[in-house]
């Protein structure tokens, strides 16, 4: 194999996952000095590429998590519609600009409609959201008619502080218990990244300007799981749960 068709190789093959910089350029020098060494190179070169490419990859399963369920991480999804059935305050159908996030959870679609926030909370740049689910095969319904966010940083964050006070906003995150799974529904604007770490464990989002959905294990998600947002130029920064953020049953 050419040294290009080996590099070729490894672009496709790692096309969607970073990898440090000039990885390529290492397995093909690589490649020269082991010709050096052995006179003769047969095909086997394109199983020892792949070989070594899977030693440095994480094993990714269809979830978007290795095979032992360690590592997290999320796959590129399709656009989740909202169900029938969902309304906003004025009692008609949400409009896509009423929709602040939507994403599945489970067997369930979870959907956060803007609302107006009060008028203390508006004074201070805070924002409001209804919550509704809607389970495969039944109806939608309301299980929070008023989530308040953007209120807050963390203590000591200056990030936070400093992105809220563009008027931008921090983003939205709500934890459902459904089914036996624990999912966070994230929502950032647009030009950030969002990543979901639970117990120690990162699950990258990726952007979510319409809201992204990471599956979960923890016990206590106040507690055990802490959502994160990067901004264009790398600062980072954690949304804060707003309270009732986390739906149970």
């Known amino acids: 194999m050419r040294d290009h068709e080996v590099a070729g190789l490894l672009d496709d093959a790692v096309a969607t996952v970073e990898?440090?910089?000039?990885?390529?350029?290492?397995?093909?020098?690589?490649?020269?000095?082991?010709r050096r060494r052995h006179l003769l190179l047969t095909g086997g070169t394109a199983a020892a590429?792949?070989?070594a490419v899977t030693l440095l990859l994480p094993q990714v399963g269809p979830l978007g998590r290795d095979g032992g369920g360690d590592v997290g991480g999320a796959e590129?999804?399709?656009a989740v519609d909202v169900p029938a059935g969902v309304v906003g305050?004025?009692?008609?159908?949400?409009?896509?600009?009423?929709v602040v996030a939507v994403g599945r959870a489970g067997t369930e679609t979870l959907v956060l409609v803007k609302r107006e926030p009060r008028a203390e909370e508006r004074a201070v740049g805070g924002r409001a959201a209804e919550v509704w689910?809607?389970?495969d095969g039944g109806d939608a319904r309301r299980l929070h008619d008023y989530l308040s966010?953007?209120?807050a940083c963390i203590d000591g964050d200056v990030v936070c502080a400093a992105v809220r006070s563009t008027g931008s906003g921090l983003g939205v995150a709500v934890a459902r218990r459904s089914g036996g799974g624990l999912y966070v529904l994230v929502q950032a604007p647009q030009g950030r990244t969002v990543e979901v770490v639970a117990g120690g464990v990162p699950?990258?989002?990726?952007p979510a300007p319409g809201g992204a959905v990471a599956e979960v294990t923890a016990a206590e998600p106040y507690d055990e799981v802490q959502v994160w947002a990067t901004t264009?130029?790398?600062?980072?920064?954690?949304?804060?749960?707003?309270?009732g953020a986390v739906l149970n049953d």
């Open 232 to 243: 264009a130029d790398g600062q980072r920064y954690r949304i804060p749960w707003a309270p």
């Open 133 to 135: 689910v809607a389970p």
């Open 89 to 98: 305050s004025d009692g008609r159908a949400v409009t896509p600009e009423q």
């Open 76 to 78: 590129p999804r399709a």
């Open 203 to 206: 699950h990258p989002l990726g």
């Open 19 to 34: 990898l440090p910089p000039g990885l390529a350029r290492r397995v093909v020098a690589g490649s020269r000095a082991r």
């Open 49 to 51: 590429v792949v070989a």
């Open 149 to 151: 966010y953007d209120l």
